[in-house]
């Protein structure tokens, strides 16, 4: 036996700045993506046939010219598929893969394609003559519910205290509404789909989604058999965003379905025209609010109405017009409140998940009432959010009924208004103001509060496939996706730091319905969170045995043997971590293991509108500063200060990418992302010339990020961090509070600026001109 002599510590452990697993391979373009995948012989590609129309009756189609391209294998409609022609998630039966008889939105896949090239499957598909007969159709929210289209699925009420007591017990009470618009997920790597049949009924697709388990089931569906006849792999993928939450499911079912029937692989790739097309966005809601509150400002009663564009079929909009009643009161205390949704159809693509999954739409109608108060009392907004804090006994209870145990909001704001020279600077932003009539200024600090679980509970559990080899190497496969975000490297981590060896002795593989089943979504922030206490229960499996072994076979106690920096101590031996594994595996050991984990605590009962949903909540806040061209509309972030909860990081570079990257896209969605639907019921911001993302141009001129890292979370998560993927997305909102502070300014910041999101140059300029039309008024009153 070799004795090994201690060091201190492993390399790449957790709590550790550890670079991204596939970093090299990004920057290289040595990563492999599923466009990469060599094509073997053979090779069909298949294109999916749009309508042409928002809604319609389809009277008659002609494939004849379709059939006759070059190339052409065969074309497949709803009457090829040997299943069942649904791919709904919410399992109302109303997402066909193809629409038989009618079509209920522009760019719904009618047939599809398949042929010897992309290139001939695509011109083909084009060639189609389809004769319909044109119904009438909505886009828009408010024309929907006036036209009493219906819910798409059963809507939400939250209620606690007595609404009217509180109403008349208010010193003051505002009415108003606020357009929220959707966003595109833009993701680098857009749909794609590889497929390719094996021995009888099976299949094994290379999918580029965020829940293999339902790609899996779906494709089951969709071609008749078990799910066990279907494998679906996931190495990675060039973004997500919740767009590949659901949405991958049509291209695997298509390609699926092809693959079947012409016994040859088949991919299918949209271009990014027919992509954003043929695939859901964020939810754009429209927000009627009613609020009662005293003189100082404090909140009295709270009444509102959420009303989300849904699309034509259900799809995730339950869930996600839910979870903007869950964050309607972000970081605020609402003594008498009813919350209530209007999930509504629209002759739309179906609405889907978005980072943040409607919590962001909540969040922000929440933030205009409190900008409402403020500006209706000429107060500075940030005294008005302090002030409805939660915050000690009576004043720590949710809407759902949930008691908020874990606040620390009081300590990040109070730390970020020192940090980031608030009272100075706002200020400096007054005066500046009163001095310049063209440019304005605007500053805003804003909270966020973020619920971190699945409301759907079952999807809260996860499991992992641990494998130790003789050569002390560790195979580690999980439930999670790897979409950029850096899952993979951080549960690595764990095990190594379970194992106490260095990061490079684990290979993590592709996620694999095949090696780890029944997995839920990489969404709701929770894949590090469910994964990693998955892996890390199968790896202390694995470590118990060796431990009991080890005891057994040197005749010590278990408490004499511990897993120490690339070494195991045997009483006062130490052996390196290879030499004992392959002892162990000698001895017959089990160096193998299945973990699990699901999330304690939570409950919910939707009926009812009371649980606790979530089993905490991440924190942090954000402070930025814009100026604006009152003549154009035009705006620039100039400084943008963060202070972010994530407990105690389990990677704080991969953490603070995500705070950064999440804050931009959260400021595009609410300045320059607009989707906008021509009266033809035609998505015309549909490529990259016409939908705007921000630019490196756009990031602010200043930009300071850091994490909270005091915190440590209460809960027993892994390792005492925090989920980091959707609750820093909604800190781009101190962005449009900062502008509607700069549009107030021509006011005398004495009434409510209510600029709609996107706060577009053109609305920016529109909510100016009308706040100077009503401050002309008035003053000759």
Same mark, same amino acid.
């Given at each position: 036996?070799?004795?090994?002599?201690?060091?201190?510590?492993?390399?790449?452990?957790?709590?550790?700045?550890?670079?991204?697993?596939?970093?090299?391979?990004?920057?290289?373009?040595?990563?492999?993506?599923?466009?990469?995948?060599?094509?073997?012989?053979?090779?069909?590609?298949?294109?999916?046939?749009?309508?042409?129309?928002?809604?319609?009756?389809?009277?008659?189609?002609?494939?004849?010219?379709?059939?006759?391209?070059?190339?052409?294998?065969?074309?497949?409609?709803?009457?090829?598929?040997?299943?069942?022609?649904?791919?709904?998630?919410?399992?109302?039966?109303?997402?066909?893969?193809?629409?038989?008889?009618?079509?209920?939105?522009?760019?719904?896949?009618? #047939? @599809?394609?398949? $042929?010897?090239?992309?290139?001939?499957?695509? !011109?083909? +598909?084009? =060639?189609?003559?389809? %004769?319909?007969? &044109?119904?009438?159709?909505?886009?828009?929210?408010?024309?929907?519910?006036?036209?009493?289209?219906?819910?798409?699925?059963?809507?939400?009420?939250?209620?606690?205290?007595?609404?009217?007591?509180?109403?008349?017990?208010?010193?003051?009470?505002?009415?108003?509404?606020?357009?929220?618009?959707?966003?595109?997920?833009?993701?680098?790597?857009?749909?794609?789909?590889?497929?390719?049949?094996?021995?009888?009924?099976?299949?094994?697709?290379?999918?580029?989604?965020?829940?293999?388990?339902?790609?899996?089931?779906?494709?089951?569906?969709?071609?008749?058999?078990?799910?066990?006849?279907?494998?679906?792999?996931?190495?990675?993928?060039?973004?997500?965003?919740?767009?590949?939450?659901?949405?991958?499911?049509? #291209? @695997?079912?298509? $390609?699926?379905?092809?693959?079947?029937?012409? !016994?040859? +692989?088949? =991919?299918?790739?949209? %271009?990014?025209? &027919?992509?954003?097309?043929?695939?859901?966005?964020?939810?754009?809601?429209?927000?009627?609010?009613?609020?009662?509150?005293?003189?100082?400002?404090?909140?009295?009663?709270?009444?509102?109405?959420?009303?989300?564009?849904?699309?034509?079929?259900?799809?995730?909009?339950?869930?996600?017009?839910?979870?903007?009643?869950?964050?309607?009161?972000?970081?605020?205390?609402?003594?008498?409140?009813?919350?209530?949704?209007?999930?509504?159809?629209?002759?739309?693509?179906?609405?889907?998940?978005?980072?943040?999954?409607?919590?962001?739409?909540?969040?922000?109608?929440?933030?205009?009432?409190?900008?409402?108060?403020?500006?209706?009392?000429?107060?500075?907004?940030?005294?008005?959010?302090?002030?409805?804090?939660?915050?000690?006994?009576?004043?720590?209870?949710?809407?759902?009924?949930?008691?908020?145990?874990?606040?620390?909001?009081?300590?990040?704001?109070?730390?970020?208004?020192?940090?980031?020279?608030?009272?100075?600077?706002?200020?400096?932003?007054?005066?500046?103001?009163?001095?310049?009539?063209?440019?304005?200024?605007?500053?805003?600090?804003?909270?966020?509060?973020?619920?971190?679980?699945?409301?759907?509970?079952?999807?809260?559990?996860?499991?992992?496939?641990?494998?130790?080899?003789?050569?002390?190497?560790?195979?580690?496969?999980?439930?999670?996706?790897?979409?950029?975000?850096?899952?993979?490297?951080?549960?690595?981590?764990?095990?190594?730091?379970?194992?106490?060896?260095?990061?490079?002795?684990?290979?993590?593989?592709?996620?694999?319905?095949?090696?780890?089943?029944?997995?839920?979504?990489?969404?709701?922030?929770?894949?590090?969170?469910?994964?990693?206490?998955?892996?890390?229960?199968?790896?202390?499996?694995?470590?118990?045995?060796?431990?009991?072994?080890?005891?057994?076979?040197?005749?010590?106690?278990?408490?004499?043997?511990?897993?120490?920096?690339?070494?195991?101590?045997?009483?006062?031996?130490?052996?390196?971590?290879?030499?004992?594994?392959?002892?162990?595996?000698?001895?017959?050991?089990?160096?193998?293991?299945?973990?699990?984990?699901?999330?304690?605590?939570?409950?919910?009962?939707?009926?009812?509108?009371?649980?606790?949903?979530?089993?905490?909540?991440?924190?942090?806040?954000?402070?930025?500063?814009?100026?604006?061209?009152?003549?154009?509309?035009?705006?620039?972030?100039?400084?943008?200060?963060?202070?972010?909860?994530?407990?105690?990081?389990?990677?704080?570079?991969?953490?603070?990418?995500?705070?950064?990257?999440?804050?931009?896209?959260?400021?595009?969605?609410?300045?320059?992302?607009?989707?906008?639907?021509?009266?033809?019921?035609?998505?015309?911001?549909?490529?990259?010339?016409?939908?705007?993302?921000?630019?490196?141009?756009?990031?602010?001129?200043?930009?300071?990020?850091?994490?909270?890292?005091?915190?440590?979370?209460?809960?027993?998560?892994?390792?005492?961090?925090?989920?980091?993927?959707?609750?820093?997305?909604?800190?781009?909102?101190?962005?449009?509070?900062?502008?509607?502070?700069?549009?107030?300014?021509?006011?005398?910041?004495?009434?409510?600026?209510?600029?709609?999101?996107?706060?577009?140059?053109?609305?920016?300029?529109?909510?100016?001109?009308?706040?100077?039309?009503?401050?002309?008024?008035?003053?000759?009153?």
């Amino acid at each position: 036996m070799n004795v090994m002599q201690p060091i201190d510590r492993i390399r790449g452990g957790v709590h550790e700045k550890e670079k991204h697993e596939s970093g090299h391979k990004h920057v290289s373009g040595t990563a492999e993506y599923i466009d990469d995948i060599p094509e073997p012989a053979g090779t069909l590609h298949a294109y999916l046939g749009l309508s042409a129309r928002a809604h319609a009756e389809i009277l008659s189609i002609d494939f004849a010219e379709v059939g006759a391209s070059a190339g052409v294998v065969g074309i497949l409609t709803a009457d090829d598929i040997p299943g069942e022609n649904d791919i709904s998630p919410a399992h109302k039966h109303d997402d066909p893969v193809f629409a038989t008889g009618k079509v209920e939105f522009h760019g719904q896949p009618i #047939f @599809a394609v398949i $042929a010897t090239s992309r290139d001939a499957a695509r !011109r083909a +598909a084009a =060639k189609v003559k389809i %004769d319909y007969r &044109d119904l009438p159709h909505v886009t828009d929210v408010k024309e929907a519910q006036a036209a009493n289209y219906p819910l798409v699925i059963d809507p939400l009420k939250l209620e606690r205290g007595d609404i009217d007591a509180g109403f008349a017990k208010a010193q003051n009470v505002v009415q108003g509404e606020m357009r929220i618009g959707g966003q595109d997920h833009f993701y680098l790597e857009g749909h794609i789909s590889f497929a390719f049949p094996g021995e009888d009924d099976e299949v094994t697709v290379y999918a580029s989604t965020q829940h293999p388990s339902e790609t899996q089931h779906m494709v089951a569906q969709v071609l008749g058999v078990p799910s066990n006849a279907v494998t679906v792999n996931v190495r990675r993928m060039g973004g997500g965003f919740g767009g590949k939450e659901t949405q991958a499911n049509l #291209f @695997a079912a298509v $390609a699926a379905v092809a693959a079947r029937k012409y !016994r040859r +692989a088949v =991919k299918i790739r949209p %271009d990014r025209d &027919d992509d954003m097309t043929a695939t859901g966005k964020r939810h754009d809601f429209h927000v009627d609010y009613k609020i009662g509150f005293d003189d100082d400002g404090r909140i009295e009663a709270v009444d509102a109405v959420f009303a989300a564009r849904c699309g034509f079929s259900a799809d995730l909009s339950g869930p996600v017009t839910d979870r903007a009643l869950f964050h309607a009161d972000n970081c605020y205390f609402y003594p008498n409140v009813r919350l209530r949704s209007r999930p509504i159809k629209t002759n739309t693509v179906s609405n889907t998940a978005f980072r943040g999954f409607g919590g962001p739409q909540g969040m922000v109608g929440g933030e205009r009432m409190i900008e409402d108060i403020a500006y209706t009392l000429g107060k500075d907004p940030l005294e008005i959010r302090k002030l409805n804090f939660y915050g000690g006994e009576g004043r720590n209870l949710t809407p759902y009924h949930q008691t908020v145990e874990d606040n620390i909001i009081g300590r990040i704001i109070e730390e970020l208004e020192l940090s980031a020279d608030y009272a100075t600077r706002r200020e400096a932003v007054l005066a500046f103001n009163r001095e310049n009539h063209v440019i304005k200024r605007g500053i805003a600090l804003t909270p966020v509060k973020f619920g971190i679980s699945f409301t759907k509970t079952e999807y809260n559990q996860a499991a992992a496939l641990v494998h130790v080899y003789t050569d002390g190497s560790i195979h580690l496969n999980h439930g999670g996706t790897e979409m950029g975000q850096g899952l993979y490297t951080k549960v690595a981590q764990v095990v190594a730091d379970e194992f106490q060896v260095d990061l490079d002795r684990i290979k993590v593989t592709a996620t694999s319905t095949g090696k780890v089943p029944n997995t839920s979504a990489t969404a709701a922030s929770s894949g590090s969170d469910l994964n990693g206490m998955a892996a890390a229960n199968a790896a202390q499996q694995i470590k118990a045995r060796l431990v009991n072994f080890a005891a057994e076979r040197y005749g010590i106690s278990e408490a004499d043997v511990a897993f120490e920096p690339n070494v195991v101590r045997i009483g006062s031996e130490r052996i390196s971590f290879p030499e004992f594994i392959k002892t162990a595996y000698t001895a017959r050991v089990q160096l193998s293991a299945a973990g699990f984990y699901k999330t304690p605590k939570i409950h919910w009962n939707r009926s009812e509108g009371r649980g606790r949903p979530f089993y905490y909540y991440a924190y942090g806040a954000s402070c930025s500063e814009v100026s604006v061209d009152t003549l154009t509309g035009e705006y620039q972030v100039d400084r943008t200060d963060i202070i972010h909860d994530v407990g105690k990081s389990l990677n704080p570079a991969l953490d603070v990418g995500q705070v950064e990257g999440a804050f931009v896209q959260g400021m595009g969605w609410l300045t320059t992302e607009e989707l906008w639907w021509d009266a033809k019921g035609r998505l015309r911001t549909h490529a990259p010339s016409t939908y705007k993302i921000p630019l490196a141009s756009d990031r602010p001129r200043i930009f300071n990020v850091r994490l909270a890292e005091w915190s440590v979370n209460r809960e027993e998560t892994i390792r005492r961090s925090k989920a980091v993927g959707e609750p820093p997305f909604m800190l781009g909102i101190s962005v449009l509070e900062a502008i509607s502070m700069a549009a107030a300014s021509v006011a005398g910041y004495r009434l409510p600026p209510r600029i709609d999101a996107p706060a577009t140059p053109e609305r920016v300029l529109m909510a100016i001109e009308r706040l100077r039309g009503k401050a002309a008024t008035e003053t000759t009153r």
